[in-house]
């Protein structure tokens, strides 16, 4: 129209060209909003979905993966899928849909050019497919170097304390190092070769580029084509290569999508324990086990090979034995965390009723594993994780039992804080706030595994004597190495070491 080729109002368009800006700029506004929103909506769903898996993943005693490496799965692959879900493939889409239109508005113009410039699309697919494996590839060991990196960044933090008492700064900020330099390698590596798919990808771009160039020009020499058709075709040309480039741009987002996903699904895909709605027995119960044997899936030596003991209702039971004789293993065994190689676990009561050890037998236990196993968070919400519905009063009365009425003298109370791994408290004193926890839950049988080893022997004893008096309608089996423990106990199993 201002070369006066063509009629029409200019006024007219130029209002039009200003509200599909505003328009734009609105577009654009609601979609940024939509997209942040809907990003972290799909985090949450997939973590929450992973976390799940992990939760109920069964347990075979010896973990195949780090923590660390897991807490890496949850974070950086969840957030790339979610990425490319919900960023990266609305783009795929927007950007094919200006990609088919700028391809019918310049077969509108010019068919034959439309056809020089479609045949780059051959060349774009072609190395696609041969770097897509080999990016992939180099994606995945990316991946598995960062888990590497952080276990050993969350190892060193939770016992700095051991680091520095061992003085290993050093040799663990080097093992850092050599973790970092190994992952920028396989990323300069990769970033090389993204490069180079790029760089081959651009230049066959910059050729239909001239195409159309070239092809303008001697149209307008040979007076088959005006200025205008030329700057339309080089217009078009734009809207057909910039979303070209851009689909290669985000071919390196797919591929790190694709080895996150893989990743996940190992997670998701793993054996997943058995459930089962709870079957109580009794109360009280006893368990009997007979014949019972186990070893560990990867591992040749038997921990327990033909045990035969009965743990009758309301008995109190030391289980003793050298270390590494198999005494928590029997605990898990009773548990249904594990299953026996051969032999059985029952539960039973007074009535006569069996039931074979389950994951719905696990309703009638009550466990309190060795070591520190508090939760951060407050003492209070420590506790209700053994009952949810408990009062003050019972939480009171579970920690008085379990000699941990310096709860008190805290401040906050019940609603002192705790920290990671019972930070804040002593060791015994996170000891005996565990042994509450436990004494909450409803259950007739008490596995206690090495819970007093952090305490001094009168706070032992007036644990015990605490235990024998409150608990009396429980039936007891501790594992320990201490005799004074034996002495509160009418029974003792005595387990060997197998060679």
């Not at 040749?300 to 005494?327: N, W, Y």
Request: proline share 4%; net charge negative; with cysteine.
């Amino acid at each position: 129209m201002a070369t006066k080729v063509s009629e029409g109002s200019i006024m007219n368009l130029t209002i039009v060209v200003i509200a599909v800006i505003i328009l734009r700029i609105v577009v654009s506004a609601v979609n940024t909003r939509v997209e942040n929103l809907t990003l972290s909506k799909m985090n949450f769903i997939i973590r929450k979905r992973i976390y799940s898996s992990l939760l109920q993943m069964e347990w075979i005693g010896k973990e195949k993966r780090h923590t660390g490496d897991m807490m890496n799965r949850l974070e950086t692959d969840v957030a790339t899928v979610s990425s490319v879900i919900c960023t990266d493939l609305p783009q795929v889409v927007t950007t094919t849909a200006q990609l088919l239109a700028a391809l019918v508005f310049l077969c509108i113009l010019e068919w034959r050019l439309a056809l020089v410039l479609l045949a780059i699309t051959p060349l774009f697919l072609f190395l696609s497919k041969i770097f897509f494996k080999k990016i992939r590839s180099m994606t995945r060991g990316i991946r598995e170097t960062e888990s590497r990196v952080q276990s050993h960044l969350q190892e060193s933090l939770q016992h700095r304390m051991v680091i520095q008492s061992l003085e290993n700064e050093d040799r663990m900020e080097s093992r850092l190092d050599d973790l970092q330099n190994e992952e920028y390698g396989q990323v300069e590596e990769r970033t090389r070769l993204n490069v180079f798919a790029r760089a081959m990808v651009t230049a066959s771009f910059s050729f239909g580029y001239i195409a159309a160039f070239l092809w303008g020009a001697y149209g307008i020499m040979d007076g088959s084509l005006t200025y205008g058709i030329m700057t339309a075709f080089l217009q078009l040309v734009g809207q057909i290569q910039r979303p070209l480039v851009n689909l290669t741009r985000q071919i390196p987002s797919f591929v790190n999508a694709s080895a996150s996903i893989d990743r996940l699904i190992e997670l998701e895909d793993a054996p997943r324990a058995e459930s089962g709605e709870p079957v109580v027995v009794g109360p009280p119960a006893g368990i009997r086990v007979e014949g019972l044997s186990y070893r560990y899936p990867d591992g040749h030596r038997m921990i327990l090979s033909g045990l035969d003991f009965d743990f009758p209702p309301l008995s109190r039971t030391a289980i003793v034995g050298e270390t590494g004789a198999g005494k928590s293993t029997l605990i898990r065994l009773m548990l249904s965390l594990l299953k026996p190689v051969s032999g059985k676990i029952e539960f039973y009561d007074s009535d006569g009723r069996v039931v074979p050890a389950s994951v719905s037998t696990r309703c009638n236990l009550v466990y309190v594993p060795q070591g520190n196993t508090l939760f951060s968070g407050t003492i209070r919400e420590n506790l209700l994780m053994g009952d949810p519905g408990a009062d003050e009063g019972r939480m009171w009365w579970a920690l008085e039992t379990a000699e941990a009425a310096f709860v008190h003298e805290l401040k906050g109370g019940l609603d002192a804080p705790c920290g990671e791994l019972g930070a804040g408290l002593s060791e015994g004193q996170s000891q005996r706030i565990a042994i509450a926890r436990g004494l909450l839950r409803p259950g007739s049988i008490l596995l206690l595994d090495e819970f007093s080893s952090s305490l001094d022997p009168d706070t032992e004893q007036r644990l015990m004597e605490n235990l024998t008096a409150q608990a009396a309608g429980k039936t007891m089996i501790f594992i320990t190495h201490r005799e004074k423990i034996s002495e509160y106990c009418d029974r003792s199993c005595r387990i060997e070491r197998q060679a």
